[in-house]
């Protein structure tokens, strides 16, 4: 996966992706993240990219011309039109689904806007998709586009250690994750659950199952409408929540 990041300021992007589990993958050129400086294709001076906005009201913004000439130079490399992702709170909000769609392509261009955005004329030429991390808003399109990254890595083979764990956690069928321990067998008092200490494979497997129902319907009751339960799985969960709440 080749991500090409447009952005006023490269180095936040390279130095938050070049640690940890992303760094290791870019050293495994499992991935790679190409920052580019959209100030380097200003044509101004003084490098101004932003200007006022046309109409009045406050702040600047990002001007058409160093954007387009600053994707122009990735996607002049490529043999077809790639897709561009503009991060921004006006976007759809991410999510696993949409991860797992963007980690298909094989390149991916992300857009990052700073002031109060970017000419919407240079949008509507290259953009693809805008997406949001969330309802709230930034300073700038940096962490949005590096939450994608990490996001969309993880799920590139070889890049997490253990294949499988991409699949079986929070969000695999709409479950979040059940409850993990380590050692010691006791800590300050608190004990590890017994099952998980029995070796029996079959039950261990079905504790995490209820775990993660249980947790769903406590945490996120919206995931849980989505989630395939079986009917047996329905009634124990109604019992549980009958119990909890007498
Ligand atoms: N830029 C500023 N806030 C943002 C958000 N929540 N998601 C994506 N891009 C943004």
Known sequence: MKFHVLTLFPE??????NTSITGRAMEKELISVNAVNIRDFTKSKHLKVDDYPYGGGAGLVMQAEPVYL???SIAEKM?????????????????QTMAE???????????????????????EMIVTDRVSIGDYVLTGGELPAMVMMDCISRLVPGVLHNDVSAEFE??????????????????????V??????GH?????????????LRTALYRPDLLEKAELTQKEKEWLEQKM????N
């Open 242 to 245: 009958n119990e909890k709440e």
């Open 12 to 17: 936040m992007i390279l130095n938050g992706m």
């Open 170 to 191: 929070s969000f695999h069928d709409n479950l979040l994750e059940y409850p993990q321990y380590s050692r010691p067998e006791e800590f300050m008092g608190k004990r």
């Open 101 to 123: 769609e963007f980690a298909k392509e094989e390149e991916l261009v992300i857009l990052c806007g700073h002031y109060e955005g970017i000419d919407e004329r240079v949008l």
């Open 70 to 72: 600053a994707y122009e």
């Open 193 to 198: 659950p017994d099952v998980l200490l029995s």
């Open 79 to 95: 043999e077809k039109k790639p897709r561009v992702v503009f991060v921004t709170p006006c976007g759809n909000t991410f999510n």
């Open 201 to 213: 494979h079959a039950n261990v497997e079905k504790w995490r199952r209820e775990q993660s129902i």
